[in-house]
């Protein structure tokens, strides 16, 4: 069996619910948001009598499942995860990611905290030594397959400290509740060392996870933690090859780390970390994709009277269960009688749920023949309606972006058939925000209720076609051209979405200057016209997924966005600007700027286009667009953590912890910027 990782940090808390918890991930524990020097022990059930059968495994590492999936009231953190990029926009806009100086350096709080990692840490202290005594009943698979579990979601929340963070400390031993010792494990690793760290854990979960463990894909499997892993490796390879020569690259120009005397000996080879990365992405994702074909794509873009077998593709969104698609790697089930639901298609059907695609997105969607809407002879029908908007494109966009002549329900007695226009001007947590809307997820199943949180069907959480992505890219960042592998796995996914698999043809016709998506800027460099369409790949083929962020930072594709615009649907001069009158025949849109009552709709003279962030002039921080300060590529720590752990809590430079760079060790105090 392969060695272990068996280091642990210190004794803390359990958390139990011994019962068959694996019929429904939305039992999810919540950890208390101390940091990690609160030790006070708070167990009801002591280590003797728990960790000594396999029930006793598999309900802890469960409690530990933390995963976006729907949820709560609104779209959810799945379909609204996009919001605040250049793929969705929302009334919510956040301004501590888009305007200039307003996100500041917290004196409390932030995610610098070690609870779930202490979770996961305390699992392995308590199990592994029973374990390798033979002290632990049950199925011996069913067993490793649980502890298996753990490494794998230790890997994630190291995952998310990662990206939040870049260098972290990595716990690595059991600590007594002493202040020196529990200081002295804050020193912060470098960012290429805690990824291989977290390559570790997912290899240690990869030898001991099964692809068929009880509850199905309602658990983690062998495969979730490779799709993860290439996950991992990917987002590590690609930020240091486009941030490198910057301080967030350990030794690079004015990283904060070489400022502490532990690093003195530390040393890296960023071309050879960059191909090692990309080596364990690609190594990964084929055994994923290799195993998981993609589910097909009928090619039917709306129902004919029946709810589900129309289109497997539309299906695998909101299957009831999810565990015949071969390409879904992990899903949560819902359970109705634990009041475990969520309100996608409630919101859906309420009009748009505060969200919508920008035209940025729906822009870069290729014709079926595979070249972009601006190319000679592409046979674009032009943008007087949503409906021409989607004619002749990648299904992708014809399935799920709504079109007001799409099918609200397959009731034919329904008062309401089809969705009709945009609803711009409903109260905001309903509003069809950009005019385009996201259909992803939602449900015709008329056995599901649509009022309030009552829906009970699927969430994806992973799925083979991310592997089918991270190999192509992988590849290519590596190669600088297109393997065999890379090749088939992308026309694939072409052929899924009905686009032309002629990729030379894609390729030839781009023209970066047209296109207006971010992802075409790594740095202040534009990248070449094969990468860019894979990157467009990938943001088509996860619309509403909740990958945008993440890649686009992992890319360092926002440093030239300043003063950048959010727009939507065509609504000055499309077949929609006259249809939002009231019972008498009089418009009810109330430009900005032009009346004495509060506006409801952007100015045509600024766009013909809907423009969310300009609705309202008064108060509003991003009338003038959204403009990024390169220190948020990572996240500033809060003071209180330098308070703890410094020497001299009169001088915060004595704390083994260094401040992310760009910004201070000031609390309240906004980035020094770019």
């Not at 019962?19 to 990690?36: A, E, Q, R």
């Not at 926009?89 to 200039?100: E, K, P």
């Not at 470098?190 to 390559?199: E, K, Q, S, T, Y």
């Not at 045509?604 to 286009?609: A, G, P, T």
Request: proline fraction near 5%.
């Amino acid at each position: 069996m392969q060695k272990l990782n068996t280091n642990i940090i210190m004794n803390h808390k359990i958390y139990l619910i011994i019962k068959h918890t694996y019929l429904s991930l939305g039992v999810i524990f919540m950890t208390s948001c101390n940091d990690f020097l609160d030790t006070e022990p708070l167990d009801q059930v002591t280590p003797e009598q728990f960790f000594t059968t396999e029930a006793d495994l598999a309900s802890y590492s469960i409690n530990m499942y933390n995963f976006i999936t729907h949820g709560g009231w609104g779209l959810g953190p799945v379909l609204r995860g996009d919001d605040n990029t250049d793929n969705q926009a929302t009334t919510d806009a956040s301004y501590s990611r888009w305007v200039l100086g307003e996100k500041r350096v917290p004196q409390t709080g932030g995610d610098w905290n070690f609870n779930r990692i202490r979770n996961a840490n305390y699992f392995f202290e308590k199990v592994i030594p029973n374990w390798k005594a033979n002290k632990i009943q049950g199925t011996p698979k069913n067993i490793e397959h649980y502890i298996g579990e753990v490494y794998f979601l230790r890997a994630y929340e190291y995952f998310n400290k990662l990206k939040s963070y870049g260098d972290y400390p990595i716990i690595t031993e059991v600590l007594t509740d002493q202040p020196d010792a529990l200081i002295s494990v804050s020193k912060r690793s470098p960012r290429n060392i805690v990824a291989r760290f977290i390559l570790a854990d997912l290899d240690s979960a990869i030898v001991l996870m099964s692809n068929d463990p009880v509850g199905k894909k309602n658990r983690l499997t062998k495969n979730a933690a490779l799709l993860f892993k290439s996950r991992v490796a990917l987002f590590e390879a690609t930020w240091l090859k486009y941030h490198q020569g910057t301080a967030r690259v350990p030794l690079g120009p004015g990283w904060p780390g070489a400022s502490k005397s532990y690093n003195k000996d530390f040393s890296i080879n960023i071309d050879n970390e960059i191909n090692f990365f990309l080596d364990q992405a690609m190594t990964a994702a084929q055994v994923v994709a290799d195993a998981s074909p993609l589910t097909q794509n009928s090619g039917v873009v709306n129902p004919e009277g029946k709810f589900n077998g129309w289109n497997p593709y539309f299906d695998m969104f909101n299957a009831n269960n999810m565990d015949s698609f071969q390409e879904v790697i992990f899903w949560r089930t819902y359970v109705s009688e634990h009041n475990i639901a969520h309100a996608t298609t409630t919101y859906i059907l309420k009009g748009g749920g505060n969200s919508g695609f920008t035209k940025s997105l729906v822009d870069g969607f290729l014709m079926k023949n595979g070249l972009p809407t601006y190319a000679a002879n592409s046979g674009y029908a032009g943008e007087d309606s949503i409906e021409l908007v989607k004619k002749n494109r990648d299904s992708r966009l014809e399935l799920f972006m709504i079109a007001p002549s799409d099918p609200r329900t397959i009731d034919p007695h329904a008062s309401l058939q089809n969705f009709e226009k945009p609803l711009i001007l409903e109260i905001a947590e309903n509003r069809a925000v950009t005019g385009y809307c996201t259909r992803k997820c939602l449900s015709y199943d008329p056995a599901q209720p649509i009022i309030d949180i009552s829906q009970t069907y699927g969430c994806i959480v992973f799925r083979a076609a991310e592997a089918y992505l991270n190999y192509i890219e992988a590849s290519y960042e590596k190669n600088g051209s297109l393997d065999p592998k890379a090749t088939e796995y992308w026309k694939a996914l072409r052929s899924r979405a009905k686009v032309s698999d002629n990729l030379a043809t894609t390729i030839a016709a781009t023209d970066l200057s047209k296109e207006g998506d971010w992802a075409k800027y790594s740095g202040s460099s534009l990248i070449d016209p094969t990468l860019f369409n894979i990157r467009r790949e990938r943001r088509n083929e996860f619309i509403s997924e909740g990958f945008r962020y993440d890649d686009l930072i992992r890319w360092r594709a926002l440093d030239m966005v300043k003063n950048y615009h959010v727009e939507g649907f065509n609504l000055w001069e499309s077949v929609y600007a006259n249809q939002y009158v009231n019972n008498e025949g009089n418009s009810l849109l109330i430009e900005e700027g032009t009346a004495d009552k509060q506006s409801n709709v952007s100015n045509r003279k600024n766009s013909k286009y809907i423009r969310p962030n300009q609705i309202i002039k008064t108060n509003n921080k991003i009338y003038d667009g959204y403009s990024w300060s390169t220190a948020n590529y990572l996240e500033p720590i809060a003071i209180q953590h330098f308070l703890i752990t410094a020497s001299n809590p009169a001088d915060l430079t004595t704390s083994p912890i260094y401040q992310n760079p760009q910004w201070t060790l000031e609390a309240n105090s906004p980035a020094i910027d770019n």
